[in-house]
Nanobody, 129 residues
């Protein structure tokens, strides 16, 4: 069973940067599509970013983070990253990584949490103003 463990969250000020990591177990990590989602207090979980399984590593972003966040992966380390720059108070949330073993390039699938069967426990990111 694949397991995901996030790290790197914390308390920062607006304008600061953070890099989240998601370490995965499993020999076939390079074939997983990986996603990042977040849940802010009192809100539903929402899609943040995703990266495809392919060597090209096609990336996808929510409009709210495009240009500020970058998702990447290191298949040799079985790890996916979320570099978050120019953080805003509205980025405050619990960030979770997720994995799906079936490849897809469909936006509606990539951005839907129910399409990811494997989840990490989440890491808190708090951005103060």
């Amino acid at each position: 069973q694949v397991q995901l463990v996030e790290s790197g969250g914390g308390l920062v000020q607006a304008g600061d940067s953070l890099r989240l990591s998601c370490a995965a177990s499993g020999r076939t990590f390079s074939t997983y599509t990986m996603g990042w989602f977040r849940r802010a207090p009192g809100k539903e979980r929402e899609f943040v970013a995703a990266i495809s399984w392919s060597a090209v590593g096609t990336t996808y972003y929510a409009d709210s983070v495009k240009g500020r966040f970058t998702v990447s992966r290191d298949n040799a380390k079985n790890t996916v990253y979320l570099q978050m720059n120019s953080l805003k108070p509205e980025d405050t949330a619990v960030y979770s990584c997720a994995a799906r073993t079936s490849p897809t390039t469909r936006w509606v699938v990539l951005t839907t949490e129910s399409e990811y069967p494997i989840w990490g426990q989440g890491t808190q990111v708090t951005v103060s103003s």
